[in-house]
């Protein structure tokens, strides 16, 4: 399935800040004319991503998909998504994401983080109170429970709010069990102006454990137990019912909470994209997802037959999950290495084949090792189809996260 | 010395972009109400800073200072720098940086790197055709320096060339001694669309080499050794003068550039805003700088005594030089592990005395291990001077650099 001509045609108008840096390329034009450093999203790639994860939740009418806007931060990647796998909303992580969204016309927002601070609780409200906004938010502490409440009021709004519960990440979140079950009363006790609207169990670090079988221990063993334990203390502490979500999963683990019959919400949003670090994990068939990012870089210097430097560095690749690879390479002939903020170093010493991919001038396909920190270096997603720039889309939420 | 009143004035009007996020803090407000995450800029502190360098180059009367703008991609920032240090341009490493600059009125510019393909080598030639522009960039192909005359040609201007030599760093430049002097040669023969500007001997990995000696003894040994062997082999070409720049030289060893007598421009640009990587060098007093740039983050969670969670992550602050470190704690007492894209975690296992500090809501002050790439995530400096916000200034050339 593809995304619909009327979305397409509707994305860039109204969604571009005007004060960006002008987009890297025009529709019409082949992808290699792109202006390098630039994020390239294929879209019949994305398209198949969509159609999958779509099938793979199809046994489990019961579990939602609420696909995770943090990963490309853009309103119109996420109307594209939502368009082909049918999901009624999205996650985000930071409250200019949220309104970013908003802005963009996605109302449907879970924001899967803690908001802190008097200033942002109240754009938190200000954001719930727009007309057809239905926004949950997610808290670990009873003071913050209170912050919510009051500026709540104020807004004359009623907030729906979820426990984070830590489920074993060791990050943000309340103990599993009696804590969660206190916190949820603490919201229960601020109705109306707050209203409890479940738990979320996400555990971040078992989405790029490598095998299937680990995996799939690491939910349907600890998270699972840690999940049934809250929703039980909270049955005993008489706040909990049937219809309040239990959301958490992502790329690497959705069908295992999807498994479970409890969990009733994944948040799965890397699979729009995917990166290295993700296609390094073995997944079944059905879970298995495409690159669909990659980051279009020049060769600017070839000083040596055994070196070639790009223009893409630290500064437009993130190398926190290690070095990025190049399409159209066998494994361990063109290996990239770090050259700076600037530059990106390509070995070439086992690469007598590859060598003239890497002259000067050269336009290079790079696969991110990570998509979320390597989008959020960039302004503009260049969404292309055999071969040819479709359009350029903003990632207006780009930023350090406020 | 302080900036000028007037520069200050002069700074946010024409320089904001319109569709930029909003800035996080306003004048006249005290810096712990800034929205979060954000870039802290200490006045005071660029103000000595660039007071220190000014006086370890006095001994240098034939050394110009042309402090690289890669750290900030600031007009503004760039402008309170030359003002305070007497230097007359600046470097920049993208040629976005360089038009962002003669934008916010810089208008001396090496673009210390190579700039390939047709559409850029186009936007060169038109910036540097602007009135009243100065403007150089470096090669290292004899294929790109064609493309530059045939370019510079059809604008009618002469464009100023200097020739990147490989040092030591093992990125980009053309070998040493003859190579160097080949390529010169190549330059001066497209006179007069080109006109040969010297060479650049920068080698970026001495700088954080931490001893002194060592430090020194990287300069004056090869690096000295394969500049000298460069202009000798440009004298035998035909094609030195004493005029031509000898460019180089980083925060870490500029003053030992200056005191070879051969380099006569040196590039340091990080002393401006410091980081922790350059603060864990050993240094001479003279050539010792403080911490001007950190990121203020928010504690967004207290989920146990011995661990607090920050509101900024791998998107505010950049981890590829190591943690970043909190200002006010003693060295073990609290430490910053990833806590992914939007999260910093802070161990406080060891910190019974500054647990108080991180309280949910507390604003924190995080100084960044490398400058450049945080720098790059964010839209705006905040400026303060005695605990209040001055003025926020933009960060023009934040992104992947085209």
């Known amino acids: 399935m593809r995304c619909s001509a009327a979305l397409l045609q509707r ?7 005007p004060g960006l840096p002008g987009p890297p390329a025009r529709a019409g034009f082949p992808v290699a004319a792109t202006d390098t450093p630039a994020l390239l999203l294929d879209l019949a790639a994305l398209e198949r991503n969509c159609a999958r994860i779509k099938a793979a939740l199809g046994p489990f009418p019961h579990v939602a998909l609420r696909p995770h806007a943090k990963a490309h931060k853009s309103s119109a990647v996420a109307a594209m998504t939502l368009e082909l796998t049918g999901a009624r909303g999205v996650c985000c992580q930071k409250l ?3 309104e970013a969204m908003v802005d963009g016309g996605i109302n449907d ?4 983080n803690e908001i802190i601070s008097q200033s942002k609780i109240e754009r938190l409200c200000q954001l719930a109170a727009r007309p057809g906004v239905k926004l949950a938010v997610l808290v670990d502490d009873a003071g913050n429970v209170s912050d919510l409440a009051r ?4 807004a004359n709004i009623q907030l729906e709010v979820l426990v984070e519960v830590d489920v074993g990440q060791n990050r943000c979140g309340v103990a599993p069990g009696p804590a969660t079950a206190a916190l949820a009363s603490a919201i229960v006790s601020h109705s109306p102006a707050l209203r409890f609207g479940g738990l979320q169990c996400y555990h971040g670090l078992t ?4 095998s299937v079988a680990e995996r799939r221990a690491a939910i349907l063993g600890p998270v699972l137990a840690a999940t049934k334990a809250s929703i039980a203390a909270c049955e005993a502490a008489g706040v909990w019912s049937p219809d309040l979500r239990v959301t958490g999963g992502g790329t690497g683990t959705f069908i295992f909470e999807a498994e479970t019959g409890v969990f009733n919400e994944v948040q799965a949003g890397s699979f729009v994209l995917m990166d290295t670090d993700y296609t390094d994990n073995d997944a079944e068939d059905k879970v298995k997802f495409e690159p669909v990012l990659h980051c279009l870089a020049t060769v600017m210097s070839r000083p040596l037959p055994e070196r070639a430097v790009l223009d893409a560095g630290t500064k437009a690749l993130d190398l926190g999950c290690g070095p990025p690879r190049f399409v159209g390479t066998k494994p361990g002939t063109a290996t990239y290495r770090s050259g700076g903020d600037e530059h990106g170093i390509i ?8 060598s003239d991919m890497f002259k000067v001038g050269s336009v290079v396909w790079v696969q991110p090792s990570h998509c979320d920190p390597t989008v959020n270096l960039h302004d ?3 969404l292309h189809r055999d071969g040819i720039v479709q359009d350029c889309v903003p990632i207006e939420a780009r930023g350090p996260g406020r």
């Open 207 to 210: 989405q790029h454990i490598r």
């Open 96 to 98: 200019c994401e949220a």
């Open 109 to 112: 927002i879970l924001l899967s």
């Open 11 to 17: 994305l860039p108008a109204g969604m571009a800040r």
């Open 151 to 154: 500026e709540a009021a104020r």
């Open 347 to 354: 070995d070439l010493s086992g690469a007598a084949v590859e």
């Open 380 to 382: 503009w997603f260049v």
